[in-house]
């Protein structure tokens, strides 16, 4: 399996403008999250979805991220408009719905930088 | 709710020298533990998870953990470090509850020095 497939690798924007940011899961996992990192709050959960919907979206910071998972095999992480303190590395995960937790995936990240 | 305390956030040890990374956890049912890896550019990596059983769990890359439940803690642990051991390290929490959400510590960067 390839693993967790996220691109861009890099995007480089300016502060105003759309950043759709793309996610495909490990093909069979059902549970699939996004998180950002950065050095001043860490690895934080933006939103998590089982079965292609949204389960906990306590994480998003505010109304200009968005994210949707249209199927199984892909899922995207908008933000509109864009902001320098937007940027960080965003990570997609995808993992196994069960209990216990099983062990979630991440992709490489994006790193995001907004001008 | 979960939470995970990773009190050093910087940590340097010679080449061959073992290494403790400390994690502290507050959860009021069973908890669920992981450690993760995150070397520079990458992603995080699983390193080894505790779910029930044998409090003493052995990973990938010769680490290994202990649970101990009276000091809500799990400790990550390696007799030798190698030069490729520096990196980030993540102590993970979840929750029994049938959803996947983990809550992640803050992170412990290894610094390996020759």
């Known amino acids: 399996d390839a693993g967790v497939i996220q691109s861009p690798r890099h995007e480089v924007t300016e502060m105003g403008q759309e950043v759709t940011l793309r996610c495909k899961p490990i093909s069979g996992h059902n549970s699939l999250f996004w998180y950002r990192q950065t050095m001043m709050r860490g690895l934080e959960l933006l939103i998590y979805f089982n079965n292609n919907v949204p389960i906990d979206d306590s994480g998003m910071p505010e109304d200009r991220f968005s994210a949707k998972m249209p199927n199984a095999s892909f899922s995207t992480l908008k933000i509109q408009p864009s902001e320098p303190r937007d940027s960080a590395v965003y990570f997609c995960?995808?993992?196994?719905?069960?209990?216990?937790?099983?062990?979630?995936?991440f992709g490489p990240g994006t790193r995001l930088t907004v001008l | 709710a979960q939470s995970v305390t990773q009190p050093d956030i910087h940590i340097t040890v010679s080449e061959g020298a073992s290494l403790e990374l400390r994690c502290n956890y507050s959860?009021?049912?069973?908890?669920?533990l992981f450690w993760y890896v995150q070397s520079p550019g990458q992603g995080l990596q699983l390193l080894l998870k505790?779910?029930?059983?044998?409090?003493l769990v052995q990973g990938i890359k010769g680490f290994e953990a202990e649970f101990k439940r009276s000091q809500s803690s799990f400790n990550l642990r390696k007799p030798s470090v190698h030069w490729s051991d520096a990196a980030e390290y993540f102590c993970?929490?979840?929750?029994?509850?049938?959803?996947?959400?983990?809550?992640f510590g803050t992170g412990t960067r290894l610094l390996v020095s020759p």
């Open positions: 505790y779910f029930s059983g044998d409090t």
């Open positions: 993970a929490v979840g929750a029994n509850t049938g959803f996947q959400k983990l809550v």
């Open positions: 959860y009021g049912a069973t908890p669920y």
């Open positions: 995960a995808s993992s196994l719905q069960g209990a216990p937790p099983d062990t979630q995936y």
